[in-house]
């Protein structure tokens, strides 16, 4: 049987999933804030712990991304609907074993095969619907990357919109903000057939090979979450905007490490 995530068949192309490494090209729109660090404290497991309060232990970052991804064969750009996607997620920081980490607590996709490539790098990626403002380069139908060029992101979740999100653009910067500037930290787990306990948990970590950055712009943000009974996002009330970011990304990932098993999550 062959293949890289199910299915596996005899001539594994109808695997979900080429194997690794995977490339990714992408345009990021980020709003930072700063909520109540017991909202975030709540979401992190054993042994995950907030940082220090001298280190921001409340900052949030909201992020959209517009990907076009694909696998070492590049097969995926003569079929683009293979290739291209939408996500948003949130990440927040922790701390484990002495080390700053970045970690995403909440995270939609639109596209089954980078929810099911997030689950096997334990970002918790749910099918969701979301939209973000592409720049243009000519004609007046979209913003320049330039002072003054308005972005907006949205996410909606069973049709209930649930989060808002606005950036003007100010100036250029040197980053597009901090909270997820740091090594992945995540949870992967599976639950006994039986129930109960899992059949498996574990803390993983990972970070981008050959990461190239376009310039960084900063700006005015806005960022709204919104109430929804299947959704718990806006349990991170929004007590002040740190600040919003654009940037152009491209990165690969090639595996990750396994830094703890049969951990509490």
């Not at 500037?181 to 599976?190: E, L, N, T, V």
Request: hydrophobic letters at 40%; aromatic letters at 10%; one cysteine or more.
């Amino acid at each position: 049987m062959n293949g890289f995530m199910f299915p596996r068949t005899a001539g594994g192309t109808a695997s979900i999933l080429p194997p690794m490494p995977w490339h990714y090209s992408g345009d990021l729109l980020t709003v930072e804030f700063r909520t109540d660090p017991a909202r975030v404290a709540e979401l992190l497991p054993e042994p995950l712990t907030l940082v220090a309060d001298d280190d921001d232990p409340g900052a949030v970052a909201m992020i959209f991304a517009d990907w076009q991804s694909c696998g070492d064969d590049f097969a995926e750009l003569d079929d683009p609907i293979r290739a291209q996607y939408k996500e948003a997620f949130v990440v927040v920081r922790c701390m484990y074993n002495g080390k700053i980490y970045s970690r995403c607590v909440y995270i939609w996709v639109d596209t089954d095969f980078a929810m099911v490539r997030g689950h096997f790098q334990g970002y918790p990626k749910k099918l969701g619907s979301i939209w973000q403002t592409r720049p243009v380069t000519i004609g007046k139908a979209g913003p320049r990357v330039a002072p003054g060029g308005r972005f907006a992101g949205t996410v909606a979740y069973y049709d209930r919109r649930i989060v808002n999100a606005r950036v003007t653009l100010r100036e250029k910067s040197e980053r597009n903000g901090f909270v997820n500037g740091h090594p992945m930290i995540h949870s992967r787990f599976m639950p006994r057939i039986e129930g109960g306990a899992d059949s498996y948990s574990e803390l993983v970590t990972m970070s981008g090979v050959d990461v190239e950055l376009g310039q960084a712009w900063s700006g005015d943000a806005e960022v709204e979450l919104l109430p929804s009974p299947v959704e718990e996002v806006a349990r991170l009330e929004v007590r002040e905007i740190i600040g919003g970011y654009w940037r152009s990304v491209g990165t690969t990932f090639a595996g990750g490490t396994t830094l703890a098993k049969g951990v509490g999550l």
